[in-house]
């Protein structure tokens, strides 16, 4: 039960709540890690936070703050900041953010008290693997009844009142004037480098007409965004149109797989010769013959089977029957795809005056129909017909740009 409440203070204070908290309260010199590859300064009011439930603050929360300050620590401590008619949260995130460390008195209470745990979430979330804030310091606690309830807080470096309190603000303040004499280093190496960043500055000011004039001439994601959308929908809307006709008008019914199954096998017992006809269309493409509908379709046509439904995961499946005599075929299946097609931007590029999106798709076929006849129509031969309704598995889409519009011209 505490772990899951540990767990909700994390996420209630993400990395960028804090981030937006800092930029408004923040006031002395820190550094924190800047995208895994430098540091960036960062200022503090305080040198630390005092975290601790209200039952420890008489024996001993009010005690370890004096002894603090005393020492030359300012500690942000609620037994001061907090005024009547504050908000209690906001005034402690606002405490949080605006100090350098966060001291945790750890006793038997303060996992049963939801501001302690707000405040252990919002600490874990400011920690990185170069930047550690949280100082444990175990009150009438070990490290392993810590670890029953919190293992990662048990295995961190922790100082424990059976010291006593004296020593225990000593080695405290020993850590945190250790970490502000690295800041100061910091800082004269930061100063060393000022000159580099205004030559930086510079160098941005000169680029940004060119940054600019690029940018206008690049196309932006989400117009290749709402052109392929806008493609899939209107695809989609308009199969759905015709095929719910076409079933309505045919007095199509719906079946199921294993009735598919049966009534091929009753099809292919049939000694007759046999022709298969091939049909593909993306709306804007029309193909016929094996070859060019196989490798358009990216279907090996030799293992497309019932069984596994043509590689569709949930189809919608119709049937419908023609008017035929004794011993003569005429029946169509209907495999409808109700996955979504979904699309990726492979790569973008530059040919002559148009810009040249090659997209991929997973579930790019929407609809296949088999229509399967013999007899005195066929010329007592066996027919076979797939017709498939989707996309390429990749299409390339052309944009070219005027008057500062960008339009899609055409897709191949």
């Given at each position: ?38 540091h ?35 500690v ?27 001291i ?54 922790a ?59 690049t ?19 308009n ?15 719906p ?23 091939y ?32 590689g ?25 795809n ?23 798709y997973?579930?790019?076929?929407r ?46």
């Amino acid at each position: 039960m505490l772990s899951e409440k540990i767990s909700t203070s994390y996420r209630r204070y993400s990395e960028t709540d804090l981030l937006v908290l800092e930029k408004k309260f923040c006031a002395c010199t820190d550094f924190c890690t800047f995208k895994k590859t430098g540091h960036i300064l960062r200022t503090y009011e305080y040198d630390a936070f005092l975290s601790f439930a209200v039952e420890d603050k008489i024996e001993i929360a009010t005690l370890l703050h004096h002894k603090l300050e005393e020492k030359g620590l300012k500690v942000w401590y609620s037994g001061r900041e907090l005024l009547l008619g504050n908000s209690i949260q906001s005034t402690i995130t606002e405490g949080l953010v605006r100090s350098r460390y966060a001291i945790l008195l750890i006793s038997p209470h303060y996992f049963k008290t939801e501001y302690t745990l707000q405040e252990l979430g919002a600490l874990w979330s400011r920690e990185t693997e170069s930047r550690k804030v949280i100082i444990p310091v175990f009150h009438q606690i070990t490290p392993q009844e810590v670890g029953l309830i919190n293992p990662a807080l048990a295995e961190r470096w922790a100082l424990s009142t059976e010291i006593g309190l004296d020593n225990v603000c000593d080695k405290i303040v020993e850590h945190i004037s250790a970490s502000k004499q690295t800041v100061i280093t910091r800082q004269k190496k930061t100063k060393q480098k000022k000159w580099f960043v205004t030559f930086l500055l510079l160098l941005f000011c000169l680029s940004a007409f060119m940054f600019w004039k690029t940018e206008r001439e690049t196309l932006p994601g989400d117009a290749i965004t709402n052109a392929v959308t806008l493609r899939l929908s209107e695809f989609q809307r308009n199969l759905e149109k015709d095929l719910s006709k076409i079933l309505e008008n045919q007095g199509a019914k719906p079946t199921s797989k294993a009735e598919v199954i049966r009534s091929i096998d009753s099809f292919n017992a049939i000694e007759a010769q046999y022709r298969n006809f091939y049909e593909f269309t993306n709306g804007i493409t029309d193909l016929q013959f094996e070859k060019n509908v196989a490798p358009a379709a990216g279907i090996d046509f030799e293992f497309w089977s019932p069984v596994d439904n043509y590689g569709f995961k949930y189809p919608q499946i119709h049937m419908v029957k023609g008017n035929t005599s004794t011993g003569a075929w005429d029946l169509q299946f209907f495999f409808f795809n109700t996955q979504e097609t979904r699309f990726e931007i492979d790569k973008t590029e530059l040919q002559d005056s148009l810009t040249v999106v090659t997209i991929s798709y997973t579930e790019p076929l929407r609809l296949v129909t088999f229509h399967y006849e013999y007899g005195p129509q066929t010329y007592q031969r066996k027919h076979t017909t797939y017709s498939i309704h989707g996309f390429l598995p990749q299409e390339k889409y052309y944009f070219s740009c005027i008057d500062d519009k960008w339009t899609l011209t055409q897709v191949r």
